[in-house]
């Protein structure tokens, strides 16, 4: 039988603008959440039985990932895909990127969207979310 989980809009709000960070990359803290959640209290976990709590540094490790895979996905062809370039390849891609793809570390710009915007994308919904 599948666990059943109940996620409030707050709970979301709060990992995607954790009060511990000044500028969170709350665009990837979503694609994060939708890909590795749900929350539990309040936090992400992994490893055997979800026994380590993904900390601030790791989550945003992750983001940077997503990021770095963006700008990636935007440059290769549509057959192609960037798991078949080698760590230098990646690199020399996302140095040549256009400037309007990415900021000073090498980061995609994506739009980072605010609490309110977050709000509306949910505002759909009830208030609290099922998932199986």
């Known amino acids: 039988m599948t666990k059943a989980f109940r996620v409030s809009l707050e709970e979301i709000l709060e990992f995607v603008f954790p009060n511990t960070l000044q ?6 803290r979503l694609v994060i959440y939708g890909m590795y959640g749900p929350l539990e209290n309040g936090t992400l976990r992994s490893g055997r039985l979800g026994r380590h709590v993904l900390s601030n540094w790791e989550i945003d490790s992750m983001c940077g990932q997503i990021d770095r895979e963006d700008i990636l996905n935007i440059y290769l062809h549509k057959n192609q895909t960037f798991y078949t370039l080698s760590r230098s390849e990646q690199d020399a891609l996302i140095n040549q990127a256009d400037t309007a793809f990415k900021c000073g570390k090498g980061h995609a710009m994506l739009p980072q969207p605010t609490k309110d915007e977050v709000v509306n994308l949910f505002s759909v919904l009830h208030t609290i979310l099922y998932l199986p």
């Open 23 to 28: 500028h969170p990359m709350s665009a990837a």
